[in-house]
């Protein structure tokens, strides 16, 4: 059983800069897809980013060239780097992960955390002023 723990949320102003951690632990990164979604009190859970087994990523329109995610095996951690946030981007962000799914053939997409049963983190606020 995978289990996540999130950092590194916070309030910035408008173009700023944040970058959120998820700790990691009870599973192999060879098997699993990791990444982040977010998600606002009575809005869906919009995908993020995913980084897959591989190295590959993949990320939402709405963060494309502001967002990057990364991982560091040796420290069992994931990565959002958030550059040139807008208020838009206020949410509450959670790491998320799965196995089941990309070994039954889906792929490693954000698009893959809208589904509710994936592994998840207890998420981390981050707030975007104007």
């Known amino acids: 059983q995978v289990q996540l723990v999130e950092s590194g949320g916070g309030s910035v102003q408008s173009g700023g800069s944040l970058r959120l951690s998820c700790a990691a632990s009870?599973?192999?990164?060879?098997?699993?897809?990791m990444g982040w979604f977010r998600q606002n009190l009575g809005k869906e859970r919009e995908g993020v980013a995913s980084?897959?087994?591989?190295?590959?990523?993949h990320y939402a329109d709405s963060v494309k060239g502001r967002f990057a995610i990364s991982q560091d095996n040796a420290k069992n951690t994931v990565y959002l780097q958030m550059n040139s946030l807008k208020p838009e981007d206020t949410a509450m962000y959670y790491c998320?992960?799965?196995?089941?799914?990309?070994?039954?053939?889906?792929?490693?997409?954000?698009?893959?955390?809208?589904?509710?049963?994936?592994?998840r983190g207890q998420g981390t606020q981050v707030t975007v002023s104007a």
């Open positions: 009870g599973y192999a990164y060879s098997n699993y897809c």
């Open positions: 998320a992960a799965d196995r089941l799914y990309v070994s039954a053939g889906y792929a490693c997409r954000p698009t893959l955390w809208r589904v509710e049963d994936v592994s």
């Open positions: 980084i897959g087994s591989d190295g590959s990523t």
